[in-house]
């Protein structure tokens, strides 16, 4: 069982970028997919979660409209999509798994995670 997160780099204020996590060893159907962030200093944030079972998303109030989530089951992979992004979104981020709905606990397996970066 492993999650491969990747899609982080370097990228301007204002920019965009898409993280993916890719699921090996057990499909996402019946799982909750979660992408939470952790930058230098700072306590582990739950940024955005999708729930393969019915579709329903979650995301903090500091990513709402800014970041979207998505799932390609046929792909195995679920997507965040990071617009406008600003020097606070900074940090390293993690895709996460979990049965059943989304929360903020109770994930089984994390990914390694990835370096996002925003600065001029």
């Known amino acids: 069982v492993q999650l491969q997160a990747s899609g982080g780099g370097l990228v301007q204020p204002g920019g965009s970028l898409r993280l993916s996590c890719a699921a090996s060893g057990f499909t996402l159907d019946y799982y909750a997919i979660g992408w939470f962030r952790q930058a230098p200093g700072k306590e582990r944030e739950g940024v955005s979660c999708i729930s393969s079972s019915d579709g329903s998303t979650y995301y903090a109030d500091s990513v709402k409209g800014q970041f979207t989530i998505s799932s390609d089951n046929a792909k195995n992979t679920v997507y965040l999509q990071m617009n406008s992004l600003k020097p606070e979104d900074a940090a390293v981020y993690y895709c996460?798994?979990?049965?059943?709905?989304?929360?903020?606990?109770?994930?089984?397996?994390w990914g390694q995670g990835t370096q996002v970066t925003v600065s001029s």
């Open positions: 996460a798994a979990r049965l059943g709905y989304c929360s903020l606990y109770g994930y089984d397996y």
